[in-house]
T-cell receptor, first 109, second 113 residues
Framework: GQNIDQPTEMTATEGAIVQINCTYQ??????LFWYQQHAGEAPTFLSY??LDGLEEKGRFSSFLSRSKGYSYLLLKELQMKDSASYLC??????????WGAGTKLIIKP | DGGITQSPKYLFRKEGQNVTLSCEQN?????MYWYRQDPGQGLRLIYY???????QKGDIAEGYSVSREKKESFPLTVTSAQKNPTAFYLC????????????FGEGSRLTVL
């Protein structure tokens, strides 16, 4: 079966750095997405990785290792508004998205 | 501004009733999707449509129906056959960007009383 694993919940301090991991086992791979979702709101696109390596976008970076079936989202200089759920999704061989359950990130002052 | 509009945001339904959730987009996207989100689970695909007048079942289509008569609109009907309809429903669309990222509406929360 296809599976995406993320930690259920993480806590970090304002101003710090946090890394949210995502491991996947899917039938094929055609890209990995990270989305941010505030409670009760729509998910918004953060990043897309299809090749190995690090993609940096402001305070957020995303890393991919296809050989390990592993990605992480790195958030720097954490702000209170970063409190949200972070969703990992993989595009499989049929170009269908498989979604993880999301990681709820709690930021403390 | 371009975007996706879902309505209603909150909906209460009695058991045995059908309800229709609206999804409208002005992004000129061909592909549209309906997802269901439950606590502790990933998004699950209900139906999707790649072009007007065509749609495909997703992983959990039982108890749901859709139509795609216009490019801008992709309504979802939750029928009385859906055994556990209380959930957060998300509509999304996809354009022709290389990344293939989805653009989501604000969601509709359905509660069955």
């Amino acid at each position: 079966g296809q599976n995406i694993d993320q930690p259920t919940e993480m806590t970090a301090t304002e101003g710090a750095i946090v890394q949210i991991n995502c491991t996947y086992q899917t039938s094929g791979f055609n890209g990995l997405f990270w989305y941010q979702q505030h409670a009760g709101e729509a998910p918004t696109f953060l990043s897309y990785n299809v090749l190995d390596g690090l993609e940096e976008k402001g305070r957020f970076s995303s890393f991919l290792s296809r050989s390990k079936g592993y990605s992480y989202l790195l958030l720097k200089e954490l702000q209170m508004k970063d409190s949200a759920s972070y969703l990992c999704a993989v595009k499989d061989s049929n170009y269908q998205l498989i979604w993880g359950a999301g990681t709820k990130l709690i930021i403390k002052p | 501004d371009g975007g996706i509009t879902q309505s209603p945001k909150y909906l209460f339904r009695k058991e045995g009733q059908n309800v229709t959730l609206s999804c409208e987009q002005n992004l000129n996207h061909d592909a549209m999707y309906w997802y269901r989100q439950d606590p502790g689970q990933g998004l699950r695909l209900i139906y999707y449509s790649q072009i007007v007048n065509d749609f495909q079942k997703g992983d959990i289509a039982e108890g749901y129906s859709v139509s795609r008569e216009k490019k801008e609109s992709f309504p979802l009907t939750v029928t009385s056959a859906q055994k556990n309809p209380t959930a957060f429903y998300l509509c999304a669309s996809k354009g022709m960007l290389v990344t293939g990222e989805l653009f989501f509406g604000e969601g509709s929360r359905l509660t069955v009383l």
